[in-house]
């Protein structure tokens, strides 16, 4: 999972959201109360990465990391 912040200097405020990023083809194989109990803790953030699973040989977690 990701932490994201949204930070407002001038008031020294941060807020943070909870991010668990994924290719939608790893999403499709969690059942609906798996996802649901994730869904408790952090937003599931999913998209298409068959191009890079594929020919890459990565995943969400590389390509945010930058490990290609």
Not at 33 to 59: A, D, K, N, P, V
Request: some cysteine; overall charge negative.
């Amino acid at each position: 999972a990701y932490e994201i912040r949204n930070c407002d200097w001038s008031s020294d405020v941060c807020s943070s959201d909870l991010f668990l990023l994924m290719s939608s083809h790893a999403y499709r194989h969690f059942s609906e109360s798996q996802i649901e109990r994730i869904e408790r803790y952090c937003t599931i953030l999913h998209t298409g990465l068959r191009c890079i699973e594929t020919l890459g040989g990565g995943s969400a977690r590389c390509m945010v990391a930058e490990l290609f």
